[in-house]
């Protein structure tokens, strides 16, 4: 744990002591830390330099209460939104990765997220977005500005008017933690918005889009609602999103601190998008 990680941390409780930093997350420094009089665990949350560029801490703030007082994650005990500095309980368990995947327990537990009575969640604002990331890097990848165009037709045309939902944003396997008594919750929440629910699906397919078509075939969409084209479509336009967040990550040097090549990741999420674009194409 840094220095600065550590000062924050005795800022907010000087008992805590660290138990071990989580692998993974392209944004985040996580620990799991333990408060030695009461036996509590909790998880801390110390952002990664540049990531207020991503997320604004208010609307994540408010998104982890609501979620919380809805049963759909653990409580945040602590957040500063002005840093993003966060503790929040730890939810003793495994995620989907660890468990393996059950596409019933994340199917039951999306339906229930979409249909909750959120409030104050903003529009995920997709084509603003990719615009404010785009001015962060100087990463200029030759097939990213047509990629986007395609895109963004396909969101005038057909996705836009299907993202009327409160959702996570971020649902990847990794994100889900299953407790010891069954019960399934989503963490991270720098995302969560109006949006399509199908979005989510996507999300789901993360490391591996095989995940997010068996998760889609658990839901029942009618045939007019195009769910598989919504689908790559999602799927596309994060693969665009993405490729922005790991230019910029590269460009300010965050790759060794996180031990991630974010160059070659910007690279691959390029190759993934013009392969979801020959997949809406042979679809419609």
């Given at each position: 744990m840094k220095k600065t990680h550590i000062e924050a941390l005795e800022k907010i409780n000087p008992n805590l002591k660290l138990v071990k930093r989580f692998s993974g997350g392209?944004?985040?420094?996580?620990?799991?830390v333990e408060d030695p009089n009461s036996n509590e665990q909790f998880v801390f949350r110390f952002p990664g330099n540049g990531a207020y560029n991503f997320v604004n801490y208010q609307d994540e703030h408010s998104a982890l209460k609501e979620a919380y007082k809805l049963g759909l994650t653990s409580e945040t005990v602590h957040f500063d939104v002005e840093t993003g500095i966060k503790l929040a309980k730890y939810v003793e368990g495994n995620n989907l990765v660890e468990a393996g995947i059950d596409y019933k327990l994340a199917h039951d537990y999306l339906k229930k997220f979409h249909s909750s009575n959120f409030k104050k969640l903003k529009d995920y604002d997709h084509l603003g977005r990719l615009n404010s990331y785009e001015k962060l890097h100087s990463n200029q990848n030759g097939n990213y500005l047509e990629l986007k165009q395609y895109f963004i037709e396909l969101f005038e045309s057909t996705l836009k008017q299907y993202a009327t939902k409160p959702c996570h944003n971020d649902?990847?396997?990794?994100?889900?933690?299953?407790?010891?008594?069954?019960?399934?919750?989503?963490?991270?929440?720098?995302?969560?918005?109006?949006?399509?629910?199908?979005?989510?699906?996507?999300?789901f397919g993360n490391v591996d889009l095989s995940n997010a078509l068996d998760l889609l075939s658990e839901f029942d969409f009618d045939d007019r609602e195009d769910p598989l084209v919504r689908l790559y479509g999602w799927r596309m336009f994060q693969c665009l999103q993405w490729y922005n967040v790991a230019s910029y990550k590269h460009d300010i040097g965050l790759g060794e601190a996180l031990n991630l090549d974010f160059h070659?990741?910007?690279?691959?999420?390029?190759t993934l998008a013009t392969t979801l674009r020959s997949l809406i194409e042979n679809v419609e």
């Amino acid at each position: 744990m840094k220095k600065t990680h550590i000062e924050a941390l005795e800022k907010i409780n000087p008992n805590l002591k660290l138990v071990k930093r989580f692998s993974g997350g392209m944004s985040n420094f996580t620990y799991l830390v333990e408060d030695p009089n009461s036996n509590e665990q909790f998880v801390f949350r110390f952002p990664g330099n540049g990531a207020y560029n991503f997320v604004n801490y208010q609307d994540e703030h408010s998104a982890l209460k609501e979620a919380y007082k809805l049963g759909l994650t653990s409580e945040t005990v602590h957040f500063d939104v002005e840093t993003g500095i966060k503790l929040a309980k730890y939810v003793e368990g495994n995620n989907l990765v660890e468990a393996g995947i059950d596409y019933k327990l994340a199917h039951d537990y999306l339906k229930k997220f979409h249909s909750s009575n959120f409030k104050k969640l903003k529009d995920y604002d997709h084509l603003g977005r990719l615009n404010s990331y785009e001015k962060l890097h100087s990463n200029q990848n030759g097939n990213y500005l047509e990629l986007k165009q395609y895109f963004i037709e396909l969101f005038e045309s057909t996705l836009k008017q299907y993202a009327t939902k409160p959702c996570h944003n971020d649902s990847q396997l990794a994100n889900f933690i299953i407790s010891e008594d069954k019960q399934i919750f989503l963490v991270d929440y720098e995302y969560a918005a109006v949006n399509d629910p199908i979005y989510d699906i996507a999300c789901f397919g993360n490391v591996d889009l095989s995940n997010a078509l068996d998760l889609l075939s658990e839901f029942d969409f009618d045939d007019r609602e195009d769910p598989l084209v919504r689908l790559y479509g999602w799927r596309m336009f994060q693969c665009l999103q993405w490729y922005n967040v790991a230019s910029y990550k590269h460009d300010i040097g965050l790759g060794e601190a996180l031990n991630l090549d974010f160059h070659a990741i910007s690279k691959k999420y390029i190759t993934l998008a013009t392969t979801l674009r020959s997949l809406i194409e042979n679809v419609e």
